[in-house]
Nanobody
Framework: QGLLVESGGGSVQAGGSLRLSCGVS???????MAWFRQVPGKEREGVAA???????????YYSDSVRGRFTISRDNNENILYLQMNDLKPEDTAMYYC?????????????????????WGQGTQVTVSS
């Protein structure tokens, strides 16, 4: 069974940066990899995603709230999924999770639906102070 392990969370001031990492070595043949975040009392929110089979445009996907500030990338040699977060805002405070879809349930651009992912990491906390 695959294992996802996130790291890189922490506490920063508004305007600062953090880079989250997620080891994905058990998922070389994944369909889609993504980052989600969740605050207590709210649903898990899709932040960014990469489709492994998107060999045409290689375009990552972002939520409107983070586009232009966050960058998702994958190091295929090291099998690590990254989320570079710049210009952080207090509203970015959340538990961040990496997720993998191996069954193609996030097809047709449904990357932001949490129920499309069968594998999740344990989460890493990001706290942004004003």
């Amino acid at each position: 069974q695959g294992l996802l392990v996130e790291s890189g969370g922490g506490s920063v001031q508004a305007g600062g940066s953090l880079r989250l990492s997620c080891g994905v070595s058990d998922f070389a043949d994944s369909y889609c990899m993504a980052w989600f975040r969740q605050v207590p009392g709210k649903e898990r929110e899709g932040v960014a995603a990469l489709y492994s089979l998107d060999t045409i445009s290689r375009t990552p996907y972002y939520s409107d709230s983070v586009r232009g500030r966050f960058t998702i990338s994958r190091d295929n040699n090291e099998n690590i999924l990254y989320l570079q977060m710049n210009d952080l805002k207090p509203e970015d405070t959340a538990m961040y999770y990496c997720a993998v879809d191996v069954g193609g349930f996030t097809f047709n651009g449904a990357w932001s639906r949490a129920d499309g992912y069968g594998y999740w990491g344990q989460g890493t906390q990001v706290t942004v102070s004003s």
